[in-house]
């Protein structure tokens, strides 16, 4: 089954996984758009797709600038959502309520706004694919955010799928993968993780961005699909 004839809209997908979800999407014939907060960010994706993809800068937490960015681009097929910044790691005593607001606010009131103001616009046979994380199923100790959000997001998904049918609505759970959400951390300390993770996974090695875009292509296409979490992570909730 391909995408051909379809509309996919990635907000988050200029960079990592969203940008991977979009590459994937347009190279089994999707009409690709993607929208993400900078211009910049925009742009170099545009130069990467396919001739005809659409870029638009979108502040997801901005409810009304979500409103029109939706009235904005009309009907669509399938809307992926990965947007999200750096991941928030530290331990509950350092981390202040008000950092904590800020991470939640992209990630999940973001997906919440964009799901509310995009599902009126998606197709017939057309779907939704969030995104959450291991953290939620695996958590360990300076990941208490993280572990909210990803328990938040897995139940919304869920909520959404019954809420919205005939339109299905599903998640995408990732491990470890290389992307610039890691941006934050010193090299040396990232590349230790990576390396260290890499060692204790099954696979033997952590994720890239296109690992991971084949389970959102996979939801898009299959129909009988919804309120499901699919886990991409090298087998690392198992050890």
Known sequence: MDL????????GGTAGIGFAVAEGAARAGAEVVVASRRQESVDAALKLLPEGSEGYVLDATDEAAVRGFFAAIGTFDHLVYTAGESLLLGSLAETSTERARRFLDTRLWGAY???KHGAGSIREGGSVVLT???AGRRPLPGTTAAAALCGAMESLTRALALELAPVRVNVVSPGLVRTELWRDLPETEREGLFQASAESLPVERVGDPADVA????YLMRSGYSTGSVVVVDGGGTLV
């Open 113 to 115: 706004t964009a799901v």
């Open 214 to 217: 084949e389970a959102y292509l």
């Open 4 to 11: 051909r004839g379809q509309r996919v809209v990635v907000i």
């Open 132 to 134: 959450t994380g291991t």
